[in-house]
């Protein structure tokens, strides 16, 4: 009679931290409708009912963390009694399903008092108004008042990006480090000191940095010329499309010429792809995601440009699903739209073999064919950085893609 309510499986997804129930105990549900919702490494998700039924218990609370497949609760086919399920329930003891599910919590340092648990606000405390999952959890973080803040989104929602817009303006005030935590020293931690445990996102990120951190990874740069893109820019052709947009589409038609850099490594071989999946780096306020542009080789400047606008505005506001996270064969990171850096040298995503770096937009002085001879002029630059696998790849192949892409883009 009772059935099981699992963490479902989504690709490379491993781990899950439940989030908050949708759904309460004794509720009916439809197929569709959003039971829970749970953060992983990559994203928040809102899992939805594959079928109709009664939610007979919640098994985890919100904060316990699980592996995929892990039961957090049971539920009945429609119709079932509650004096049915109480019957039900009665022949199952706490202890065993407390085994069945397993949850396994963070364990919080002894030398400070936990932090009292922060859940995402419901949907009921946006007062009618669409709210993001991501802006519910910042909002019950930061102890926030959603009727100060404006949204920006479709139909006036509300995301994680107007949150800290109406925190960094003064608006709101965060809740201070005394009422999240006691007021003590022990163990070299000051009074003074939050102590901030980390998010799902933030151990996946330094596992996969320690992990890409052991590939002999090397850097070669590449000074281009961007005087013909920024002039296309201009031309009816290229109206509306972004540098990055036409770097990204540069680089993807190089790939098809240079199928080496296209390929994720493996001990016994290597993945050499035929199509171009483009991950492009993410910065969110809970940390650096890298989503997927599929076939990247098809679109144009401008259709890049507003592919990779809808996926970063995805990321920004909670809404990427794990199927945007998955599969890329080659990844540009654009540190430059952040601050004004020289080199963007990085560590790989693996099992990716390179990865294109993009600092800041410099106009530099540079020599100029004159007639016959050379001129100097100032002239819109950029220092491409390429990273690379040294397993996979010598500097050869990676000299000629930097080659063909440096031709493509001044060329324009």
């Given at each position: ?7 479902p499986?989504?690709?490379?997804v ?5 989030l908050?129930w949708?759904a309460?105990?004794g509720?009916?549900f439809?197929?569709g409708?959003v ?19 009664v939610l007979?218990?919640?098994i985890a609370?919100a904060?316990?963390?699980?592996k995929?497949g892990?039961r957090?609760g049971l539920?009945?086919a429609?119709g079932t009694?509650?004096t ?6 009665k022949?199952?003891t706490?202890?065993?399903i407390a ?12 030398s400070v008092?936990p932090?009292a648990?922060v859940?995402?606000l ?9 709210i993001?999952p991501?802006?519910?959890?910042l ?5 926030v008042d959603?009727?100060h803040?404006?949204g920006?989104g ?8 107007d949150?800290?817009?109406?925190l ?12 999240a935590?006691?007021?003590e020293?022990a163990?070299g931690?000051s009074?003074d000191a939050?102590v901030l445990l980390?998010?799902?996102?933030r151990?996946?990120i330094?596992q996969?940095m320690?992990q890409?951190?052991a590939?002999p990874?090397?850097?070669?740069d590449?000074?281009?010329d961007?005087?013909a893109l920024m002039?296309?820019r ?6 509306g499309a972004s540098?990055?947009g036409?770097?990204a589409h540069a680089a993807?038609?190089a790939?098809l010429?240079?199928?080496r850099?296209?390929a994720?490594?493996?001990?016994d071989?290597?993945?050499?792809f035929?199509t171009?999946?483009?991950?492009i ?8 995601v890298v989503?997927?542009?599929r076939?990247a080789?098809?679109?144009s400047a401008?259709?890049?440009?507003e592919?990779i606008?809808a996926l970063?505005a995805?990321?920004?506001n909670?809404?990427l699903r794990?199927e ?11 540190p430059?739209s ?13 099992p ?6 993009l600092?800041g937009?410099v106009?530099?002085p540079c ?5 016959d001879?050379w001129?100097m002029a100032?002239?819109?630059s950029?220092?491409?950085?390429l990273?690379f ?5 010598d ?11 440096k031709s493509?883009?001044?060329?324009l």
């Amino acid at each position: 009679m009772l059935k099981d309510l699992c963490i479902p499986r989504m690709g490379s997804v491993e781990n899950a931290r439940l989030l908050q129930w949708r759904a309460a105990e004794g509720e009916t549900f439809t197929p569709g409708q959003v039971l829970y919702e749970i953060e992983t490494d990559k994203t928040s998700v809102e899992v939805e009912a594959d079928a109709g039924g009664v939610l007979a218990k919640h098994i985890a609370q919100a904060g316990d963390e699980f592996k995929v497949g892990d039961r957090v609760g049971l539920w009945v086919a429609p119709g079932t009694t509650p004096t049915l399920i109480a019957q039900a329930l009665k022949g199952q003891t706490v202890k065993a399903i407390a085994d069945v599910a397993g949850p396994k919590v963070v364990p919080v340092p002894t030398s400070v008092a936990p932090m009292a648990e922060v859940r995402p606000l419901p949907r009921a405390a946006a007062g009618g108004r669409r709210i993001s999952p991501l802006a519910r959890r910042l909002a019950a973080q930061h102890a926030v008042d959603l009727d100060h803040v404006a949204g920006t989104g479709v139909g006036g929602k509300i995301g994680g990006k107007d949150v800290l817009a109406a925190l960094n303006a003064h608006l709101l005030s965060p809740v201070t480090a005394e009422s999240a935590f006691a007021a003590e020293v022990a163990d070299g931690v000051s009074a003074d000191a939050d102590v901030l445990l980390h998010s799902m996102r933030r151990r996946a990120i330094a596992q996969r940095m320690v992990q890409a951190s052991a590939i002999p990874t090397l850097t070669a740069d590449m000074a281009v010329d961007l005087t013909a893109l920024m002039a296309f820019r201009k031309s009816s052709q290229g109206r509306g499309a972004s540098v990055l947009g036409m770097i990204a589409h540069a680089a993807a038609v190089a790939l098809l010429e240079h199928p080496r850099l296209n390929a994720h490594w493996r001990d016994d071989a290597m993945l050499q792809f035929r199509t171009v999946h483009l991950g492009i780096a993410v910065d969110t306020p809970e940390g650096l995601v890298v989503p997927v542009v599929r076939h990247a080789e098809r679109l144009s400047a401008l259709g890049m440009t507003e592919a990779i606008a809808a996926l970063a505005a995805k990321a920004r506001n909670g809404f990427l699903r794990p199927e945007d996270l998955v599969g890329g064969s080659f990844t540009i990171s654009n540190p430059g739209s952040v601050g004004p850096v020289l080199r963007a040298e990085a560590l790989l995503n693996p099992p990716q073999v390179a990865l294109l770096g993009l600092p800041g937009i410099v106009h530099a002085p540079c020599a100029v064919r004159d007639g016959d001879g050379w001129a100097m002029a100032v002239r819109p630059s950029i220092c491409l950085s390429l990273s690379f696998d040294h397993r996979a790849l010598d500097g050869g192949p990676v000299i000629a893609f930097l080659n063909t892409l440096k031709s493509r883009i001044e060329s324009l």
